[in-house]
């Protein structure tokens, strides 16, 4: 095997690899995960609240 054999199969990896975080991320399981994360700047947060 040369060297372009090992850079086409590292390219196929890459690229199912790819998909494969695509499908993660946008699935419908990690919707409300995302969107709790999303709400977090917004949340009321008392350790970064200076001393009263």
Same mark, same amino acid.
């Given at each position: 095997? &040369?060297?372009? $054999?090992?850079?086409?199969?590292? $390219?196929?990896?890459?690229?199912?690899?790819?998909? %494969?975080?695509?499908?993660? %991320?946008? #699935?419908?399981?990690?919707? $409300? &995960?995302?969107?709790?994360? #999303?709400?977090?700047?917004? &949340?009321?947060? &008392?350790?970064?609240?200076p001393? %009263?």
């Amino acid at each position: 095997m &040369d060297a372009g $054999t090992w850079r086409g199969i590292f $390219t196929v990896l890459m690229l199912l690899l790819f998909v %494969a975080v695509c499908i993660w %991320a946008f #699935s419908g399981r990690r919707k $409300t &995960d995302f969107e709790e994360a #999303s709400r977090l700047p917004l &949340d009321e947060d &008392d350790q970064n609240r200076p001393p %009263a």
